[in-house]
Each structure stands twice: as C-alpha cells, then as structure tokens.
C-alpha cells in the first residue's frame, strides 16, 4: 500500500512525522497482516522529466499508484497551477476523482503563525478550508505530537476499510509458463519489503538471544516468539524453492 504525503513547505515536521506514523505501523503490523506502508512524497519519489507543467508531471508519475492521500495545510496553501489554486489542491482534487474522496485524510494546523508569513497565503489556506466544510471532514491539530496521534488513528480506520475481506496473492512467472502462487501472508510481506528497498535481499539471523529477520532496509523483529520464528523459516523455505524468470532489462 503507498500513502502520497502532499503539502506545501511549511508543514515539512509533519511530513517527517507522517513518514514515522507510517514505519511504526508497519513495525507492528507488517507481519501479521500481510501489509507493507509505503510514504510517497515528492522530494523522494519523483524524477526530473519535460513534457508538462511540473504538478501534472509529479501527478502522472505519483498518484496514479498511490492507494491514500494525506493532505496537511497550515500557513501556506502553495503555488497556483494551470488548473487549482496550488499544486497540493490540485492532488486532493485529482486524487478523490480517480481513488475517491474516502481516501483523503486533510489536516489543517490551527498553531500560532510564524512571523514572516504571506498574508495572501494564509487567507488562500482559509478559503480552501471554508469551500470543503460542506463536501467532507477535516481534521484540526495544533502541535506535530497531535498530529502524529491523529493521523495514526486515521490511518488505522482507513487500513482496515482497506483490507477488509483482502486476500493477497503473489504471482510468478516462469520463463517457459505462467504459475499461479500463493504465498502464507508472512512471505508476501517479506517479498513486499525486500522489492522495495535498493538492497532487494532477505537474511535470517539465529542468535543466543532469538531469531531476527531482515528484508532488504526493513527490520521485522521476531526475537523470542517461537511460533513466528518458525512461519519466518517457512516463508523462506517456500521463497527459495522458487525459480524466479529472469526480468526482461531490454524494455
């Protein structure tokens, strides 16, 4: 699943905040549920290309594989595009007519402004807020602390919209056939968080003090619990007694 983080500038802790909501969540429930959270945000994810005005560019390349959105306004509303009044409405707008509005989660912090603010800025942030009263809910906070309480609870209800009655399974495709595979939950969150770290590899590590099972940048702790220690070694049991089709690098 991929969260898109969109704001303007000024809310940058809350960004860094909503990126730690999402890991913890994933620490506590990436193995159980078969579920990897992945941050989308533009500094990290997007590439520079020509052909478009910049939002619609970050739009085509971002949104189209993200499952939710998160919005949070505070001081700014941002810089017009060709089409909304700043690049992070264009997202919500574009974002609820493709996903549906049930994914957008929008945050607007009600904290004491900074000294240097753009007035025009603040009074386009209050307009928004204004013209969505009456199409949906928002959610006020005042501190990045409350945020990060507020959005982890949003972000569980939405979760669990989400994987209700979900079943996942992988897909392997073999050089002379195609074959259906189905996975325990276990191995398609190891899979999941392997293929997105730069370091697409999976380890096993027994010590003294338990066990401990890595995918690629991500940590997922099984120290002292016998019984997920034993459904790790049977996930990888059944990822290694796979023959995986060498991707085609021509395309």
């Known amino acids: 699943m991929r969260v898109f983080i969109a704001s303007p500038g000024d809310v940058y802790l ?3 905040e ?6 913890n969540w994933n620490a506590a429930h990436s193995m159980s549920r078969s579920v990897l959270i992945e941050p989308v945000r533009v500094e990290t994810h997007s590439h520079g290309v020509q052909g478009g005005h910049p939002q619609d560019l970050i739009n085509s390349q971002l949104l189209e594989r993200c499952d939710l959105l998160v919005a949070i306004l505070w001081s700014r509303l941002g810089t017009p595009t060709n089409s909304d009044l700043s690049g992070t409405v264009q997202e919500i707008r574009e974002f609820a007519e493709s996903k549906g509005h049930e994914g957008v989660l929008i945050f607007f912090c009600d904290r004491a402004l900074p000294n240097s603010i753009d007035l025009a800025q603040v009074q ?7 013209s969505i009263k009456s199409n949906g809910l928002y959610t006020p906070y005042t501190e990045v602390t409350e945020f990060g309480s507020l959005f982890r609870h949003q972000l569980d209800l ?6 209700a009655g979900s079943e996942f399974t992988a897909t392997v495709e073999r050089a002379t056939q195609g074959t259906e595979v189905v996975f325990l939950p276990e191995a398609n969150t ?3 968080a392997a293929s997105m770290s730069s370091r697409p590899s999976v380890m096993f590590c027994s010590m003294l003090s338990g066990n401990e099972l890595c995918a ?4 997922l702790n099984i120290t002292g619990d016998a019984r997920i220690s034993d459904r790790g070694r049977k996930t990888l049991r059944e990822h290694s007694s796979l023959e995986f089709a060498e991707p085609d690098r021509s395309a």
């Open 158 to 163: 939405a979760m669990n919209r989400i994987l």
């Open 18 to 23: 909503a990126c730690r909501v999402i890991h």
């Open 124 to 130: 386009a942030v209050r307009d928004f807020k204004d």
């Open 14 to 16: 809350e960004r860094d």
């Open 190 to 192: 190891i899979l999941a």
């Open 216 to 219: 690629g940048d991500t940590g």
